[in-house]
């Protein structure tokens, strides 16, 4: 009887120390892995658009596998982009972080300050000069926290500005002449309203009404991170502006980036503000003549970046995280860059990938690529860009909204959120 519960104790201790070793991620097995078997990087990434992407991604992995011995790569959809990072700091935290991940530019800074990922720069310093030239300009900015690299840009995106050709035929517009200014966009926005459309829908979120206050010569934040600037006489005039589309019946109140592209292909809006990342949808969805532009300009013509990049985890052998930077150099050359773009509508981050004869078939024939392309020469990075920028950019959204429907004005609104953001960032000054 001794001997049979000394068997099962002994099992026991076993089980459990084999659960735990699971549960943490045995670093001694990882080490044993790291320095004598295939390498195995876990890959968390999200899905922000509509598509077969998931496939893609999958599909990229298994090229890299077959064309680099001895590295794995496992793709994990961990869901949007707030789960992506909730599940990349929860692992982090836990001892088992994933090798590599793709953040926004908002949780690329909460993922520093919660030293969950380590600086690039050790490995940029190893690349032939010039390795960052392989990159738009205006994507580096969300590739940075307080100017020191921690990130790659990869799946970007920037706002553009569709509209329905027919419908500014119909209306007597030029059908290749989008807005070019505010002071234009109005005027369509008039022209083009009846009793079955808006003239234009703007989703309303932080990025978009970010870019107006940028458009308008004000500033959303410091390069520090610790401060932003949304009580200005530019930040108000300039949801002043917005608002009084709304006011003149032009364009709804509220609608979010799926809304509107599904309005737009359905006729119900002439006009949208809307991601990069809508372009495979509306290309595929449209039944009719439609085009893109610029965004018009303000007193300045911006417009800012958005979309994921690569980070690489902290708390794994150094093995694996150069395995992991080698995995992100591929990813951003040009074919891997064409791939993704093509499937998602996202902008290809390396410009060498619209000078292979694929992608200037695929632009030939959806040349409004190219417009979006174009209008990076007048890119910033995705705003704001702060510590705890998820609540920042939360408080940002929920002021906005209220401004548009008429809660609270836009004077009043962006004070408050300003002392919201003051009280966010009091900890970081």
């Known amino acids: 009887m001794k ?15 084999a659960s735990v070793a699971f549960a943490n991620g045995s670093s001694e097995a990882k080490t044993s892995a790291d320095e004598n078997g295939d390498v195995i990087l876990r890959f968390y990434f999200p899905i922000g658009t509509a598509g077969d992407l998931t496939n893609i991604m999958n599909d990229l992995c298994a090229k890299y596998a077959e064309t680099h011995p001895g590295v794995i790569v ?12 909730q599940r990349t700091l929860t692992s982090s935290k836990a001892g088992n972080p994933p090798d590599l991940a793709l953040l926004t530019s908002a949780d690329v800074w909460t993922a520093v300050d919660e030293g969950i990922i380590i600086p690039l720069q050790q490995f940029i310093d190893k690349e032939p000069e010039g390795f960052l030239d392989r990159f738009f300009p205006g994507m580096l900015e969300d590739a940075k926290v307080a100017g020191e690299f921690y990130a790659v840009p990869f799946s970007k995106s920037t706002p553009i500005f569709y509209y329905n050709k027919d419908m500014f035929r119909d209306a007597g517009l030029d059908p290749e002449h989008s807005p070019e200014t505010w002071e234009e966009l109005e005027e369509y926005s008039r022209i083009l309203t009846t009793e079955d459309h808006y003239g234009c829908e703007i989703p309303i979120d932080q990025w978009l009404m970010s870019i107006f206050i940028l458009q308008n010569g004000g500033k959303i934040n410091n390069l520090e991170g610790t401060e932003t600037y949304l009580d200005t006489p530019e930040a108000i005039e300039a949801m002043e ?3 009084s589309l ?6 709804p109140a509220k609608r979010l980036f799926g809304d509107s592209s599904s309005d737009f292909v359905a006729g119900k809006t002439a006009m949208m503000y809307n991601s990069t990342g809508s372009l495979a949808f509306v290309r595929d969805s449209a039944s009719f003549d439609w085009g893109v532009g610029f965004l018009p300009a303000g007193k300045e013509r911006v417009v800012a970046t958005g979309g994921g990049q690569f980070v690489i985890c902290a708390g ?4 694996r995280q ?12 040009p074919e891997q860059t ?12 390396n410009p060498a990938a619209f000078d292979l004869p694929q992608m200037i078939e695929y632009t030939d024939n959806l040349p409004q690529a190219i417009v979006a392309r174009d209008q990076l020469q007048y890119a910033v990075g995705e705003p704001p860009k702060t510590h705890d920028a998820r609540q920042v950019s939360q408080a940002m959204a929920t002021t906005f909204e209220s401004i548009l429907a008429k809660k609270i004005t836009p004077e009043e609104g962006m ?13 970081y000054n």
Do not use: H, N
Not at 3 to 17: C, D, E, F, N, R
Not at 316 to 319: Q, V
Not at 338 to 349: H, K, N, P, T
């Open 415 to 427: 004070k408050e959120l300003q002392e919201s953001c003051d009280r966010i960032l009091a900890k």
């Open 246 to 251: 709304v006011e003149k019946g032009y364009m």
């Open 322 to 333: 150069q395995a992991a930077w080698e995995f992100v150099k591929w990813m951003t050359e």
């Open 316 to 319: 794994t052998s150094e093995r």
């Open 74 to 85: 496992e793709p994990i959809f961990a869901g949007d982009y707030v789960q992506t990072m």
């Open 241 to 243: 502006f917005v608002l």
């Open 338 to 349: 064409m791939v993704w773009s093509q499937g998602s509508g996202f902008i290809a981050v």
């Open 3 to 17: 001997k049979g519960k000394k068997i099962i104790l002994t099992l026991l201790v076993m089980i459990l120390v």
